[in-house]
């Protein structure tokens, strides 16, 4: 079974910015990949390669084997792009869009196919409408459906929940988990990383066009960050515990990896005659692990 | 052709179709104007090839319509994907630069011929017309109307504002078209402007175009043929050429 999509050795350079230098990176079928970096990191630059809006100086890319240069027909008819930016047709309808959008790639009659699209973006009732009367959410669901008319094994989103509204994202979301569930491969660019979290099971973070970390998104979390138990007390906490923890604000942030380890921590905190105050339990998220290795690149090992 | 090229083509007359009253009857107008300006002030002075002015000046009229037509169709609409962003919808799917360049040629040679016929029709009335040798207006409107639109469609691509745009049409297309013979008989300018206009491709696309109707022009049709179809096939090869590259299209 093929990739769905294979990056090899590929580089990129805008002028004297090296927008991709030298990536690498392999996404399964079926997978739920999360691409995440800073603005200006080669996500998109990455994605535009992908989709042949970008041709890449070195390297190559392949769509579910199919070369994006030699092969591209093939590979193009298997890829779904929804693009960062707001981008629509004044001249036509949504409807008229849609059967526009199917016919480029090659399908006449996808009347059904298009209405189940609208249906699960919420469209239907807007399908008659002029792209220009619609609501920016409105649009960028429109983004998606032009993504999604020739049924793509792959979808790329790019993204896609940049400035829009709690209802649309839950929608969308929904939407796209059933297709993934499916059997389509999703990747998606977000800066919203709780977002990320939650829907992906394998995270590749860029900076400076580069491949920083990769791996599953339990791995990473597990690697770069703990759960910690916050607490705000009375008295001194034992010495041997402050020297792994963080103070601020009156609270004290106690790392732990395992459950099991909360008992006895606070057990001897209360042993210590400390009088507890205040206390949460705080889940390793992905923020901090972003955080932690765009600040320290050097020691995330890249597997 | 797949049927990306079909859709594309289609897309893009439906594109001018649904603005029709800016895309066709505005240009109908404008040479409707021309032609009662000028036939009000020359008929009954000027014959040219012993053909009354106005009976001359309507072919002529309906030829620049259909050339500048042309040229308008494809460089407005990629100019205008390209500054909103939605020329993406065409980049993305599977369709070569040779149906790309085909789709959008085509379509601009259909509004050329929808705003020629459109202009002939409100203009007919005003002169006794012949159609001596019909075949030669059809493959000089072709011709012309397929030169244009790819120029259309190197504007387009070659132009990131408006005013780049405006530039190419009017210091390019509106000289050249207007000085290649709509309006007169280039056999009454001095020879040395003979000798100039013997150098604007369009004064044969005109002149050709004009012989379906008289069977008489200042050049031979056949000669008239040649230059244009060695223009038509140079810009071919070039716009190609420009696409194949992915030149400001695909970075």
Known sequence: MSAAIRIQQVSKCFGSTQALDRVD?????????????????????????????VRAAAGSLSVMGHDVQSDYRAARRHLGVVPQELVFDPFFTVRESLKIQSGYFGIGDNDSWIDEILENLGLTAKANANMRMLSGGMKRRVLVAQALVHRPPVIVLDEPTAGVDVELRQTLWAFIRRLNEE???????????????????????????????LDTTARLLRRFSTHTLRLRSHGEIP??????????GGWWSLPFDNFEEVEPLLARIRAAGCRIDDLEIGKPDLEEVFIRVMQGQAEAPVN | MGHGFSTLLYKEVLRFWKVASQTVAAPVLTSLLYLLIFSHVLEGHVKIHGIAYTAFLIPGLVMMSVLQNAFANSSSSLIQSKVTGNIVFVLLPPISYLEFFLAYVLASVV??????????????????LTFAQPQWIFVFALMGGAILGSLGVIAGIWADKFDQLAAFQNFLIMPLTFLSGVFYSISSLPLFWQHVSHWNPVFYMIDGFRHGFFGVSAASPWLSLAVVGVCLAVLTVFTLNLLKRGYKLRA
């Open chain 1, 25 to 53: 990176l392999e996404v399964d079928q079926g997978e739920f990949f999360g691409l995440l970096g800073p603005n200006g990191a080669g996500k998109t630059t990455l994605i535009s390669a992908l989709a042949g809006l």
């Open chain 1, 183 to 213: 059997g389509h491969t999703i990747v998606l660019t977000t800066h919203y990383l709780e977002e990320a979290e939650s829907l992906c099971g394998r995270i590749a973070m860029l900076q400076s066009g580069r491949v920083v970390a």
């Open chain 1, 239 to 248: 010495a041997d515990l402050v020297r792994g923890a963080a103070q601020s």
């Open chain 2, 111 to 128: 509004r050329g011929f929808v705003v020629g016929a459109g202009v002939l029709l409100a203009t007919f009335w005003f002169a006794p």
